[in-house]
């Protein structure tokens, strides 16, 4: 069994790195399924360290479409469609300019706007309201573009939508869709790119499966969890996240 694993394994990855890849997939989906965020984010921070840079947000992007998607569809009920829309047409325009972009803008300027951004919104009672037509698109827009540089910008999306979307479950459900709408446009334009996903298929595959078990195992936790203690645990994921990326800003050679 093992022997057929490792056929899957791309040259570029030990053994450890293979198996350790598929674990933290799990681990990082029942993250994003308890808190609502932060998956991504600690998933890309550790493929960093592991995968070539090139291969990073490419495959980071159809790994996080499989979890996402699956926690969509486990808590389809919660998901609040009047929202979808145009948040979609939003994200392709800002995936195709930050598509285009991608190779010639500095990643951690963009990360630390990223990060001081959700410290402020996760901090000061700042209302931003994603109601109507131009601020769905507007939302869309920016965060795509976003993605196509930082991989992970479920911090910024949940510190925006948190206050419209109190429930926990709703949050949860429809910010695996907004994530869903725009892995998907990452991954298709990286593909016309020219990024050779071949290689990769196979431990995206098990990445995907192992992460579907953590979602499934999170949503059964996120049960017994009460939105008041939600909110607090969501408000230290984000500082944490946030934090985390100035130091790597500041501390980057």
Known sequence: MIDFFLHLKPEVLTTAQFFFLIGLSGMTSMLNVIIGVGGGATLIAFMITIMPA???????????????AGRAVLMRRYVQKQFLGWFFVGSVVGALIGGNLALNLPTKYLELILAVFILISSWVPINLSFRGRNGLVGIGVFTAFLTMFVGAT??????????????????????????????????????????????????????????FVGTFIGKRVLDRVSNQHFHVVLKIALTFISLNLIWGFFTAS
């Open 154 to 211: 479920g911090p910024f999306l949940i510190a925006t939508v948190k206050n419209i979307l109190p429930d926990r479950r709703e949050l949860g459900a429809t910010m695996a869709c907004f994530m869903s709408i725009q892995h998907v446009i990452k991954a298709v334009i990286f593909a016309m790119l020219g990024f050779a996903y071949q290689e990769w298929l196979g431990v995206i595959g098990l990445m995907i499966l192992v992460g």
């Open 54 to 68: 090139a291969a990073v947000i490419s495959v980071h992007a159809i790994v996080q479409l499989g979890s996402n």
